[in-house]
C-alpha cells in the first residue's frame, strides 16, 4: 500500500484493436475493432492539449534547462488499468517521428498460451459464477471464518462491510450462453459500450451493455478484451477481487478467438499488475508492445511493473518512451511518480499542475486533482490537499480515492471527527486495507469508549479482504506485512515481508521488511533495509519514521533524531498513532543526550 498510487485512474473506452501505424492495411472485408471509441479530443490528451495550458510532453513541463538526469526512481505504484485511446494509428501527431523503433523491452514473443484458434463448433461457454445462495453462503462464511480467528464481529455496519467483499460473487459472470454468429473467424464488431461507459457510475451499465453485445457477437475478440478490462475495473473501484477470474477467463476468450491480439494482451498486463504479479504485467506489456509500440494501457503497465520491480532506471526510460509516443494523462501522472520517488518533488508537481490543466472529461479531472492532493499532503500541506480533493470530488462526488485522501488530509491536519466521519463512509462502501488501517488507527488515537473494539474491527476486516483476495489470486504479501507489523501477527508479518522481497527489491518492500523486523525486535538486520528503502531521496515521512526508530534501537541516536525530526517536519501528521509515537522518541532521545 504505498503512499501515492496511479489506483484511481478512470478507464476509459477505445477501439478495441488498437493497431499501431504498422498495422493499418487489414483484410479486405475485416470490420473495424469491437469496443466503443473515443477520440483523444473528449479527453484531452496528446497533441489535441491546448498548447496554451499543457505540454505536449510530460517532459516540456520540466522547463527549459531541465536534463532527465537518469537518477534511480523508486517505486510504489499499484495498479496499473490504464488507458489505449486510438492506439498507434490515433498517436499524438509527431510522435512517430520521435521513435526510432519500438521500446527495446518489447520484443517478446506472443503469448498464446491457453489461446488456440476458435473454430464455429466449439461449444458456447458456460457461466462459471457462483449463483447459487449455497454458493454464496459458502464463500461468505469462508471471509468470516478468517476474520472471526481469534477476534469477534462487533456491529451490524461491520457485518455489512464484510458482506461487501463477497458481493462479487453475485453479481452476473461474462456474458455465456450467447448465440453464435456461424462464422469460421473471429469478427470485431462496431462499438460495444457508448464511451464513458467503462467509467465512474456507468461502469456497470457498461458490463451489462456488453454482455448483451458479446451474446449477440460471441467471436467479437475486442469486445471480449474491454470485457475483461472492465472486470479488471470493477474490481478495482469495488474492492471485489472476485472479478479478477472473470476477467481472466473473458480475455483468454479473446486470445483463442484472435491469437496475439494486442488489445487482450495489454489488459492482460493490467490484471496481471492488479493481482500484484509484476513479472507478469512486464510479459504481457511488452508482448502486447510488440504488436502494437503505441498501445497506451500496455506503456503505462510497463512503466508500473518496472517500478514495481525495483528496476527504476528502466522505469524512467520507460516513462520518456511513453512521453514520446503518447503524451497524455495517463503518462504525464507516471512520469511525474517516477520523478517523486527520486526526489524531484517540483517537477512532480509541475507535471501534475499542467496535467490538470489539459483534463477536460469529470474522470480525468478527478484522478489528476487526487494526485495533485495526495503529492502535496505527502510534503505536509493538508490544506492545498483539500483543495484539490475539493477539486476532485467536484467533477466525480462519487470518487473513492479522493474521499480517502480528503479524510487522510483531514486527520492529518487535526480534523478528527471529519477525518473519522469520512473514512467511516469509504470502509463502508470498500472495506479495502489502506482506509481499514487509518480508519482503526484514528479510533485508537482517539480513545473513546468502544474506540479499541471499533479499531479491532477494522484490522480483522483486513484479514478477511486478504484472504478474499488470496483465493482469487491476488499476491497480498505487502498489504499483509504493512498491517500485520503493527496489528496483527507480528512473525506473519515478517514471513510476508521476506517473501516479498524474494520477488523484488523496491524501496517499498525495503521498508515492509525493515519495519516487520524492527518489531520482531532484529533491529540490526533491519538497519539496512531502511537505509536502502530512503537511498533514493523519495520524500516519506514514514519511511523516515521507522528508520529512525530502527537506529534509535541500533544505538545511532544522533542519526535516529535526525530522521524522525526529518519526518516531523516534513509532514507533522504522516499517521494518527505514528507521529505521536515520533514526537515521544524524540523527546526520548533529548532527555538522555
Not at 280 to 292: C, E, M, P, T
Not at 382 to 411: I, K, M, S, V
Not at 448 to 467: I, R, S
Amino acid at each position: 500500500m504505498s503512499p501515492r498510487t496511479n489506483d484511481g485512474e478512470p478507464e476509459r473506452e477505445h477501439p478495441a484493436d488498437g493497431p499501431g501505424p504498422e498495422h493499418h492495411a487489414r483484410q479486405d472485408g475485416e470490420p473495424e475493432s469491437g469496443a466503443a471509441e473515443e477520440s483523444s479530443q473528449a479527453s484531452g490528451r496528446g497533441a489535441t492539449t491546448p498548447e496554451a495550458t499543457a505540454p505536449r510532453t510530460a517532459a516540456d513541463a520540466e522547463g527549459p534547462g531541465e536534463a532527465r538526469d537518469g537518477k534511480d526512481a523508486g517505486t510504489g505504484t499499484e495498479s496499473a488499468v490504464e488507458t489505449q485511446g486510438a492506439e498507434g494509428a490515433q498517436a499524438a501527431p509527431g510522435a512517430a517521428e520521435n521513435v526510432q523503433e519500438a521500446h527495446a523491452g518489447a520484443g517478446t514473443a506472443q503469448d498464446t498460451e491457453g489461446a488456440p484458434e476458435a473454430d464455429a463448433s466449439d461449444p458456447a461457454p458456460q457461466d462459471t459464477t457462483p449463483r447459487t445462495e449455497e454458493a454464496v453462503d459458502l464463500r461468505v462464511a469462508a471471509v468470516r471464518r478468517v476474520a472471526a480467528a481469534g477476534r469477534r464481529w462487533r456491529s451490524v455496519q461491520l457485518g455489512a462491510c464484510a458482506a461487501m467483499l463477497a458481493i462479487g460473487l453475485t453479481a452476473g459472470a461474462i456474458a455465456f450462453g450467447a448465440v453464435r454468429d456461424g462464422k469460421e473467424t473471429p469478427v470485431a464488431a462496431a462499438a460495444a459500450v457508448a464511451p464513458g461507459l467503462l467509467a465512474g457510475a456507468g461502469l456497470d451499465t457498461g458490463i451489462t451493455s456488453l454482455q448483451a453485445h458479446l451474446r449477440a457477437q460471441p467471436r467479437d475478440f475486442g469486445g471480449w478484451a474491454t470485457l475483461g478490462l472492465a472486470y479488471v475495473e470493477q474490481a478495482r473501484t469495488n474492492g471485489d477481487p472476485s472479478r479478477y477470474p472473470q476477467a481472466e477467463q473473458a480475455l483468454k476468450r479473446s486470445l483463442k478467438l484472435r491469437p496475439g491480439n494486442d488489445q487482450a494482451l495489454s489488459v492482460r498486463a493490467a490484471l496481471a499488475a492488479a493481482r500484484h504479479d509484476f513479472t507478469g504485467a512486464l510479459k504481457y506489456a511488452d508482448q502486447a508492445l510488440k504488436q502494437n509500440p503505441y498501445s497506451e494501457r500496455a506503456l503505462c503497465s510497463r512503466i508500473d511493473a518496472l517500478v514495481e520491480l525495483g528496476r527504476y532506471e528502466d522505469a524512467e526510460r520507460a516513462a520518456e518512451t511513453a512521453d514520446e509516443r503518447r503524451p497524455g494523462v495517463p503518462v504525464f501522472t507516471r512520469y511525474a511518480y517516477v520523478h517523486e520517488l527520486r526526489g524531484d518533488v517540483a517537477t512532480a508537481r509541475r507535471v501534475l499542475d499542467r496535467a490538470l490543466a489539459a483534463s477536460t472529461t469529470p474522470g480525468d479531472i478527478a484522478y489528476v486533482a487526487t494526485q495533485l492532493g495526495q503529492l502535496v499532503s505527502s510534503q505536509g500541506d493538508h490544506t492545498g490537499a483539500l483543495t484539490f480533493y475539493a477539486r476532485a470530488l467536484a467533477a466525480d462526488e462519487n470518487y473513492l480515492p479522493a474521499l480517502e485522501g480528503r479524510a487522510r488530509a483531514q486527520a492529518a491536519g487535526g480534523q478528527q471527527a471529519e477525518a473519522i466521519e469520512g473514512l467511516e463512509n469509504v470502509v463502508a462502501r470498500f472495506p479495502l486495507p489502506g482506509p481499514l488501517v487509518e480508519l482503526g488507527e484514528l479510533y485508537e488515537a482517539r480513545g473513546g469508549e468502544g474506540d479499541a473494539a471499533k479499531a479491532e474491527d477494522q484490522y480483522t476486516l483486513v484479514d478477511a479482504w486478504t484472504a478474499l483476495a488470496r483465493a482469487n489470486g491476488v499476491n497480498a504479501d505487502l498489504d499483509t506485512a504493512l498491517a500485520a507489523a503493527d496489528h496483527g501477527d507480528r512473525a506473519a508479518a515478517l514471513r510476508a515481508a521476506r517473501a516479498e522481497w524474494a520477488r523484488r527489491h523496491t524501496v517499498h518492500t525495503a521498508d515492509a521488511l525493515a519495519w516487520a523486523l524492527h518489531v520482531n525486535g532484529r533491529d540490526e538486520e533491519a538497519l539496512p533495509y531502511a537505509r536502502q528503502a530512503t537511498a533514493t531521496g523519495y520524500r516519506n515521512a514514514t519511511f523516515l519514521y521507522h528508520r529512525g526508530l530502527i537506529e534509535r534501537a541500533t544505538g545511532h541516536a544522533e542519526d535516529a533524531r535526525t530522521h524522525l525530526t526529518a519526518a516531523l517536519k516534513l509532514n507533522p501528521g504522516f499517521s494518527p498513532l505514528g507521529a505521536r509515537e515520533a514526537r515521544t522518541a524524540l523527546k526520548t532521545l533529548e532527555a538522555a543526550k
